[in-house]
Structures are given as C-alpha cells and as structure tokens.
C-alpha cells in the first residue's frame, strides 16, 4: 500500500511514465481514480440496464472487485474491473425476462472456472491456451459474441412490441424510439471523430447522456420510481439459485475472459516497458475470477479488465494503482444512492439500442482486428469453415436457446463449439495427412 512519489508528484516528464508502485501528489491522484470511474461508467452501466441487474449493486460489486484484483496481484497491474459484455447474451437467456437468480449461479460458476485457470497459468503458463486457442479461433470467439447481440440491439432501437406505425420486416416500431436510436448514434460518431483524449474515450457515455437529454421533450421518460427511492441506502441483493442446465450458456464466455486479461497484462507491460507485469497473468485471471464469483453472490454484474481505462492511462501515461483505489471507493460510495441507480432505469430503450448498435458491433470487430493483428490467413482451410459456420450459427440463434434434454444451449456457446471442434478436427486431419491444407475454393474468398 505505498507508493513512491514520481518526480516532484505533480507532473510526467516527456517519454516517462508513472510506474503501477508509483503516484503523483494525492489531490492529483484522486482526480486520476475519479476520472477512470468516467471512464468505465457508460459500457459499466449499459450492461445492468439491458439485463435487468440493479445497476447500483453492480455498481458496488464493480469496486469491490477492483479492490480485490488490485489485492490479489499485490498492487502490481492497475486495472478496473467493470461489467463484462460476455455475459449479456446468456444472462438474458437464463434470466427469462425478470427471474436472474439462476443467471447469478452461471456468473459464480464462470467466476470460479476463471480462477481455476488463473491457478493453472501461475503453474504451467499460458502455453496451453494458445494450443488450444490460436488467434482464429480467439478472434473468432470474441466476434461471435458482439454480433450474437445484433437482435437484441435490433429490438431495443425499434422498442419491440411497442405498437409503432412503420413496421420493416413485420415487426411493430416506436417512433420515438427510433428516433433517439439515431440521435444516439450520431451522437457518438460525431463526438468520437472531433474529440481525442478523455472525451473522446467516453464518446459513448456522452452520446448516452445526449439521447437521454433528446427524450425529455417527447414525454418518454418516467420519473416515479425516481421519486420513491431514497437518496442513501444499500442496494439491492438477490441471492443466486442452482440451476446446471444453464452451464454450457455461460462456459464460452470463460474463453473471452482470458483473452481479455492477458491482452490487458501484455497491453500494460508493453506501455509501462516492464516485461515482469507479464508474470502476473495467473494472479490476474485468478483475481478477475474471484471477484466475479463475489459480483455473483451478490447479484452484481460480471467482471473484466476494462480496455477504456488502459486508454486513459495511455493518455495520462499514469499506470499508478493508488489511482485504481481511489476508483474502486468512488464506485462504492455511488453505488449507495438508490436514487442514483433509479434514475439509470429511466434511460429509454431507444438511447440504449443507439448505444449498443455501436457497442456491439465494435465488441464484434475487436475479433476482427485479432485477426488482422495475427495476420490469420482465410486462404487456409481450417481457419475459414469453422469460423464461418460458427459466425453464422451465433447471429443467426441470437438470443435464442437450444434445449437438449435438461441442458440449455445459446447463441455463443453453440457458435463456440462449432468453431472449436471444427478448427482442431481440421487441424488433425491436415497433420495426419502430412501437409499444410490448400489454399479455400476462389468462390469462397469472394
């Protein structure tokens, strides 16, 4: 728990950083914590709104779970722990519109499958999991989740059910709606395009607040549960319920997770120039792990490292982890208004479905972009059918569910599946034929 003060604490000379056991003077640091907690807030708070979670336990269970990360990895990684946008499909899924208890109990089981191969990394290393995930398949994984979600966001931009006059495809549309998904979205774009630094980071959190500002003249925003909820107290907490059938719904996820704390280990030791960060990597899933399974309990949102914060600190070039504490209490001490997170579920589902258009789509094309950073190439056989197929079975099952007997199947998890057994089965048969696989048909590169 103590830091050395870089320099005079009170700036960062040119081409130097402030290392993770380092701060500036604590009024600056403090501004640092609050800042990062901007950052998260909007992807953070998206995730609650859409399932139905409370976002101000989620909200509690987000610092806790950054307190503990910053614990368990003895304050040597800096990172904030939000809510993590895997888990949105198959939590819906289990949720069955209002009963989330059975999904808390896949949350705790992937939080705990997480740790376990955190363990095994501070044992073995991380060997394994690029066998067993090479960057096709990573990429591809991390894809098939952003666009699973294309049909719930499709729903939330045209208010499903609402009894609107302009109907594409059959399906009845709210106006109004429709018109703050626009207003959202450009929101977004144009403040992402002019702004760099911090505002343009929290583009998102801005265009949230732009759409929200946008709603007020056309009467849809409902203030009385705003009114009833008090302005101090504990949120609320449900408790999880067993329920296995749901297990193979949430596992897939535990492959993004990984991928999303090594990348934020490896981002971080690259920026900071300490290849020795790379070492925490088995402390950084376990802890990402735990703090899950605690968000769990609790009915908190999942946990993951968050890219938004490796960008301010990109910015600010302050990797301190003073300034993560100070994150992680600032979330704590919000999350005890209850009015607070009441006024978060006024947000009307058109902003929300402005804000998840881009969302999910860019989840969608960080897969994509693993891709070109690996330089996988789509002229090998063995990369281009299985990522298609399971491509197409995860948009195409969107929120839908699979029963097989007592065992409940997603979008993600099927899509997963095929891609796995697919790619490996392939692979196999390429070894055991002796040779590198030919080049796909020229109608299938097209």
Do not use: C
Not at 99 to 127: M, N, P
Not at 252 to 263: Q, R, S
Not at 278 to 293: I, P
Not at 404 to 419: C, E, L, P, R, S
């Amino acid at each position: 728990m103590a830091w050395t003060i870089h320099g005079d604490g009170k700036s960062v000379a040119p081409g130097e950083v402030v290392a993770p056991g380092e701060r500036l003077t604590w009024p600056r640091t403090i501004g640092l914590g609050a800042q990062h907690v901007v950052a998260m807030f909007g992807a953070t708070f998206l995730v609650p709104i859409i399932t139905g979670f409370p976002p101000s336990t989620t909200l509690l269970f987000s610092g806790v779970g950054t307190i503990l990360f910053l614990l368990i990895t003895r304050n040597r990684v800096p990172s904030y722990l939000g809510s993590s946008f895997a888990f949105i499909s198959p939590v819906i899924a289990a949720s069955n519109g209002s009963d989330f208890s059975a999904a808390l109990f896949g949350i705790i089981l992937t939080g705990a499958a997480l740790a376990a191969v955190g363990l095994l990394v501070g044992k073995v290393g991380t060997g394994w999991i690029h066998a067993l995930m090479p960057p096709a398949v990573m990429g591809a994984v991390v894809a098939l989740i952003g666009f699973n979600l294309a049909q719930a966001s499709y729903n939330n931009v045209i208010n499903l059910n609402a009894g609107g006059s302009f109907a594409p495809g059959g399906k009845p549309v709210d106006n109004d709606h429709l018109l703050l998904a626009a207003v959202t979205v450009f929101a977004i774009v144009i403040i992402a395009a002019l702004f760099r630094g911090i505002i343009g980071r929290i583009a998102v959190l801005i265009g949230f607040v732009i759409g929200y500002l946008a709603a007020w003249p056309l009467g849809v925003l409902n203030f009385d549960d705003v009114k009833a909820a008090d302005w101090i107290g504990l949120p609320t907490f449900t408790s999880p319920s067993v329920d296995w059938t749901i297990l193979p719904m949430f596992l897939p996820v535990l492959f993004v997770l990984v991928a999303e704390n090594v990348g934020h280990v490896r981002s971080v030791a690259h920026l900071v120039k300490d290849d020795s960060i790379n070492s925490m990597t088995g402390r950084t899933l376990f802890a990402d792990g735990a703090a899950t399974v605690v968000a769990g309990l609790g009915s908190g949102s999942a946990t993951t490292t968050y890219g938004e914060n490796i960008g301010v600190m990109s910015a600010t070039r302050v990797f301190s982890t003073a300034a993560y504490w100070v994150a992680g209490v600032v979330a704590i001490l919000l999350s005890l208004s209850p009015k607070f997170g009441a006024i978060l579920f006024t947000i009307p589902n058109g902003v929300i479905g402005g804000a998840t258009l881009a969302l999910y789509g860019v989840i969608g094309l960080i897969g994509v972009r693993m891709w070109i950073d690996a330089k996988v190439d789509f002229g090998l056989q063995k990369n281009l059918f299985p990522i298609a197929v399971g491509l197409i079975l995860a948009m195409g099952m969107g929120n839908d569910v699979l029963v097989w007997g007592d065992v409940k199947f997603g979008g993600i998890a099927v899509g997963t599946a095929a891609v796995l057994v697919l790619y490996h089965l392939m692979n196999t048969l390429e070894k055991i034929r002796g040779g590198d696989d030919e080049s796909a048909p020229a109608e299938a590169k097209a």
